[in-house]
């Protein structure tokens, strides 16, 4: 049983269904518009706002041209679920050769790598296979859909970074073993960040960008009121209000992950969509959501995948270390309620400035 339910995640499947994420807390009313586009792509939704246009460009100009570079990074470069995109042909194509990449797909596999190195391998997006067959990637389900220890043990001899040897001046890789990347973990986020910069170019200072849960926020709505992104909570049910921070003009990245939308049950144990790389399996830990702000969102959106991985304990004293932004809420099943904790780095974001 598969209880992600979002109903656009159904008509668009292309890559891992549902995320975790963010809300928007509308607290003002304002009388002048936000401009706002949406639309469906890696196998989510999108919407962004804007509070001004450039006068050179129509909103219509501007969703046509946001619309082509999601279709691109998504459909043409980044899904696993389309069989002709460029990563489906490098995830095909010849061990001990070089693949000549696109600068996007050298670009994100850079950036994940390096979030590999940060996190000691909590992060790879390597893991493929495994989330392939505990079916959470674009193979259809099996109804074994539990792998035995032999064959998780077979997998992960696919599994590693080390695996993979990037020219990054070169746009180049060579695939060392038979491995197969899925860049579900950090695609959205890259592709917030490639919007950004899209609008950016176009001298738009004042925006809400949102793929999926992984957010890009910079300037303030109208009447310069800060844009309040509003963590969710960590249940399957309709998106409710867990707590909300402010982002006060600063351009900011945030990116959730959670076990609470992409997860099966079987025989009363709970496996959700995010892969230890060392096991093979499904985490466990009783890390229920994690929310990171930083730089890009790209590396928010790997590093929130990470910290699921690595757990409440360990996740926590990486990112306080790192002095990264980063809030875990945890389970504690005995007393049935979430407790949650944050680096001192994100106390900046929990106070409104007013
Ligand atoms: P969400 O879709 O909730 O934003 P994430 O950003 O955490 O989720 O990405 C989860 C997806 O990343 C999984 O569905 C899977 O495709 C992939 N994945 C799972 N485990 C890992 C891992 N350890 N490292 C990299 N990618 C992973
Ligand atoms: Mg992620």
Redesign the pocket.
Known sequence: MNTASRPQILLLFLF?V???GFLLYDRTVSSAPIHEMRGGTMGTSYSIKLVDLPSTLPLEQLSKDVTALLHRLDREQMSTYAADSELSRLNAGPVGEDIVLSAEMTQVISLALDVTGLTDG????T?GPL?NRWG??PEDRRADRIPSKDEIAALLARVGSHHIALDAQRNTLRKNADIYI?L??IA?GYAVDKVADYLESLGIQNYFIEI???LRIRGYKPGNVSWVPAIEKPVDTAPQVHNIFYARGESIAV????DY??YFEEDGVHYS?????QTGKPVTNNLAGVYVIDQTAARA?AL???F??MGAESGFALAESQGLAVYFITRDEERGVFVDRHTSRFDHYLQSGE
């Open positions: 891992a549902a995320a975790a909590a992060f790879d997006v893991v989330v959470f990637g899925d579900s973990g959205k999926g849960g992984e990116a959730g992950s959670g939308r992409n969509h995010e892969i230890d790389p959106d929130a995948t990470a699921m991985v």
